[in-house]
């Protein structure tokens, strides 16, 4: 089944071979994901009462539901604040909610130390210039298909859908297929 999702994969879209890919999937033991650009489509919708609003995935939330039940934990490390994303954070279970961090690595730190994990042991999903430092550090660094193209050059992995529209499920998918092969 992960030869079939990893039929998107090209050798000029990442820096790893298939294998290595694989291997690497293997390994995670924490998704962190991006809110803007991953979580959603990038877009600010604001009421005319001026009310911010985001659309948000069903199917990334359920693959981080899917996600969780197998052991791996699921993060999120976002520059912006929002009790919107608060509001998601609760109703998808995820305890590590980091907003407010530009600088996203001293968050990430933070994620390794209370999970005692390695770097090797941890994926992120960055679409924009405020994550290029996290996913030059992590074990695996993915970007949306429509990331900036600094991202693109620095993944391991470019997904076939865009932020906001399953990206997060592709992986999610992923990690599960190559957690029980």
């Known amino acids: 089944m992960l030869s079939k999702q990893l039929k998107n994969f090209s050798k000029t879209s990442s820096l790893l071979s298939k294998s290595d890919l694989r291997k690497k999937l293997k ?3 924490l998704l962190i994901v991006d809110v803007d650009g991953v979580l959603t489509d990038g877009g600010m919708y604001y009421s005319s009462t001026g009310d911010q609003m985001k659309k948000f995935n069903v199917r ?7 996600l969780k039940k197998i052991g791996i934990k699921v993060a999120v490390i976002t520059s912006e604040s929002t009790k919107i994303m608060q509001f998601r954070a609760k109703k998808l279970k995820i305890e590590d909610l980091h907003q407010g961090s530009f600088d996203k690595i001293p968050a990430f730190n933070k994620l390794l130390t209370k999970y005692n994990l ?7 999903i ?3 210039l405020n994550d290029t430092s996290l ?7 993915i970007t949306p298909l429509d990331g900036i193209l600094k991202n693109k050059n620095i993944a391991h992995y470019i997904t076939a859908k865009k932020g906001g529209d399953g990206c997060v499920r592709e992986i999610c998918d992923l990690l599960i297929s190559a957690q029980k092969g």
């Open 126 to 128: 960055g679409d924009d």
């Open 27 to 29: 390994s995670i033991k």
């Open 135 to 141: 996913l030059k550090i992590v074990g695996l660094a």
């Open 60 to 66: 990334d939330g359920m693959g981080i539901i899917l």
């Open 118 to 124: 390695t770097t090797n042991q941890a994926a992120f």
